[in-house]
């Protein structure tokens, strides 16, 4: 079992930069793949970012690429994510999640079905 709590979330003016963690709970975190996505009204939740177990690898969506970057400290059991240069179609909800079913993959998915806990989300609001 894992539970995910986001927070970080927040209202910012296009330019500007938030940071999102993720606080995991279970001794296995290190194990995992992680990964953060988003949903907007109206539209289907979608891939931003993900991490592999040990932090080696991580991919970004190419609408984020550049401007967004994920990390993670197992220490913590923390996965966070670097918002820069934050436009108002980055507005959404964030979801952190982590993808369990293969410890420690050196590739980790894109794809929301196969990502197994997730947390509820927090809220991203850039104006224009």
């Known amino acids: 079992q894992v539970q995910l709590v986001e927070s970080g979330g927040g209202l910012v003016q296009a330019g500007g930069s938030l940071r999102l963690s993720c606080a995991a709970s279970?001794?296995?975190?290190?194990?995992?793949?992680m990964g953060w996505f988003r949903q907007a009204p109206g539209k289907e939740r979608e891939f931003v970012a993900a991490?592999?177990?040990?932090?080696?690898?991580?991919y970004y969506a190419d609408s984020v690429k550049g401007r967004f970057t994920i990390s993670r400290d197992n220490a913590k059991n923390t996965v966070n994510l670097q918002m820069n240069s934050l436009k108002p179609e980055d507005t959404a909800v964030y979801y952190c999640?982590?993808?369990?079913?293969?410890?420690?993959?050196?590739?980790?998915?894109?794809?929301?079905?196969?990502?197994?806990?997730w947390g509820q989300g927090t809220q991203v609001t850039v104006s224009s």
């Open positions: 279970g001794r296995r975190f290190s194990r995992y793949g």
């Open positions: 999640a982590a993808e369990t079913r293969v410890p420690y993959a050196v590739v980790v998915t894109h794809t929301v079905a196969e990502y197994d806990y």
């Open positions: 991490i592999n177990w040990s932090g080696g690898r991580t």
